[in-house]
């Protein structure tokens, strides 16, 4: 379960990426409304941890463009803002809850869940085509069987699921998987595309080429070049 974090105060943030994984999630994090935005281009999210006094502006700004952009995305704010009137602008804004820093981890993750309950999210299997991810479970299933992939394999295809239906670039999986370019051959990704065109077969979802541009995960069916 892919969770935002967007918080510029290092501590915090760094205690937040070591805490939830320990509970079933993970982490993304932006310390910038811009860096915010880009992450949420590359991949869908199930929640999002909001501070508002970012350098670049207003954490409310993105609650809005995000309500905007998406469907609704559950969020908990994070703030030292205690005043009722910033309370009452937060919930305003669509936020849906509100948490005065300094907090308790143990409360941050109950709020969390409690947010993920309401909306459905902890209990609707995340479905495209015939595929699904299961609430609490990070593989991907066709037919009640898991998929059988790598661990390099299932972290392209975690990436090609999240922007399902957008194109991926080459570049922007080498990025995600190899962020230091130490360890991965750009010509890795077209291997590891490869198995995992093989191992979909069948599934009714396939993964287009459109040269030039990148990887598109699409149903069977829909328009793409090849």
């Known amino acids: 379960m892919n969770i935002l ?13 070591a805490q939830l994984p320990l509970h079933g999630f993970t982490v993304h994090r932006a310390e910038t409304l811009a860096a915010a935005m880009e992450r949420a281009e ?18 409310l700004q993105l609650l809005k463009e995000m309500r905007q952009r998406r469907p609704p995305l559950p969020t908990i704010i994070t703030t030292a803002r205690d005043a009722l009137n910033d309370r009452v602008r937060g919930l305003n804004a669509g936020a849906d809850d509100y948490l005065v ?33 299961r609430p609490g479970d990070p593989r991907f299933w066709f037919s009640n069987s898991p998929l059988e992939f790598s661990r390099r394999e299932h972290e ?12 991926v670039s080459k570049a922007d ?21 490869h198995r995992l065109r093989r191992k979909i077969e069948g599934t009714g979802v396939a993964i287009s ?6 990887y598109l995960l699409r149903v069977e069916g829909e328009n793409a070049a090849n």
């Open 5 to 17: 974090i967007v918080e510029d105060d290092v501590p915090i943030a760094q205690a937040l990426e």
């Open 209 to 214: 080429t459109l040269r030039g541009f990148g």
């Open 156 to 167: 392209v295809f975690e990436i090609m699921w999240d922007r399902r239906g957008r194109l």
């Open 42 to 59: 590359e991949r869908s999210f199930q929640a999002m941890i909001l501070d508002l006094r970012l350098p670049d502006g207003d954490g």
């Open 101 to 133: 820093k300094p907090f308790e981890f143990d409360e941050l993750l109950a709020r969390l869940r409690a947010v993920l309950r309401r909306s459905g999210v902890m209990d609707q299997p995340d479905r495209y085509g015939s595929l699904e991810r």
């Open 173 to 193: 999986v080498l990025r995600q998987i190899d962020p230091t370019g130490n360890e991965i051959a750009d010509a890795a990704v077209e291997v590891y595309i």
